[in-house]
């Protein structure tokens, strides 16, 4: 059944709207800036999804970890210390020292056909990497979309820290549009991959397509035991181009998504759920899809990373030149989504939880639709509440 777009109460969007104009910081890059919606608020405890975190935040940018990089996508944090970061265009994984932003090149990943939205793209580590040192990436070949692994050695020289690459999982649609490309491992152990349409609308609805879905599939690539449909790794579809994966603190998984014209969204992910599109751009009234918990006009967001902190999630807005703190109570927003960071960095790609209060987050101005500094691209530290 093909179902009529709806769109949301005129006041709703305006209120989305009016929540995206006006907030944000200002300030140079690494400068120390802050921004907040209403009186800041000083860093506290890390909440639970069960707690009903304070409508009004803030965002602190701590410093400026690395600059100077191209085209970053995917930001994977060691456990002892320091940041894998891989280059979209330039195929490579490079290490950055978190404390002094020096950067170590691991090496380049072979096979890696960058053009368009595609290219080396998500990272991830392996759940036992402190005694396997695997690390997974996701990336677009001549023909496909795949998710290969490699060992990872520092003892070697720079250049020459990575393992060939061994092919996990292959056949994800690839075009010069919508890759997806976010990958990550799960509270389950289970790994998810969010992938996307490549400019077939079509392939979202069939469950047979491995293209606008997020897949789950065990670390070797098969599908994952308890997944919705059998002998499959499709965990949800009818997605148009799924490009953040986070887990709340009660391992809830939440996912972003770009929409075309009208809506972007973030979804809390149900196994089996079907999200709508092309049939679909944000809400609806009919009962077979499921609806975003929080949706933004695309000028203001077109989200890509996401992660999960102080009882929110965060995401990096594209086009929109912003970060975005979404409350929540369970897995319903709990106050309307806040923006900081509005135009003062450009472009942000990915955020990843770095503990407590702090996220990483990568700028993404060195893509070809961004306008670089002389120091873009650069991974920042930020403090948020």
Known sequence: MVRRRVVTAVVAATALLAVGCSSGGGGTPGGGESSSAG????????????????????????????????TPWGLAPLPGGGLLVSSRDDGTITRVDDRTGRKTLLGTVPGVAADGEGGLLGIALSPDHASDHLVY?????????RIVRMLYDPRKPAGEQLGAP???????????????GRIAFGPDGMLYAGTGESGDRGLAQDRNSLGG??????????????????NSVVYSYGHRNVQGLAWDDKQRLYASEFGQDTWDELNAIKPGGNYGWPD?????????????????????????????????????????????????KG???????????????????????AGGDKLWLTTSNTDGRGKPSPSDDRILEVEVS
Request: hydrophobic residues 35%; without cysteine; glycine residues 10%.
């Open 331 to 353: 897995t319903e927003t709990s106050a309307p989504p806040q923006a900081f960071l509005t135009g003062a960095h450009g472009r942000l790609r990915t955020v990843v939880a």
């Open 137 to 145: 990436a996701y990336l677009t070949t001549d023909s496909d979309n």
């Open 39 to 70: 009186s800041a608020a000083p860093s506290s405890p890390g909440r639970t999804a069960e707690e009903t975190p304070p409508a009004k935040g803030s965002v602190r940018v701590v410093r400026t970890v690395a600059d100077h990089l191209k």
């Open 280 to 328: 679909a751009e944000g809400r609806s009234s009919d009962p077979q899809y499921q609806n975003p918990i929080a949706q933004w006009p695309t000028d203001v967001a077109s989200p890509s990373g996401i992660a999960y902190a102080e009882g929110s999630i965060w995401m990096a807005g594209l086009r929109g030149q912003r970060l975005w703190r979404i409350p929540l």
């Open 213 to 230: 879905k997020i897949l789950r599939m065990t670390p070797e690539g098969e599908p994952a035991p308890g997944n919705p449909f059998g």
């Open 166 to 180: 061994d092919t996990v999982f292959k056949g994800i649609p690839k075009g010069f549009i919508h890759n997806g």
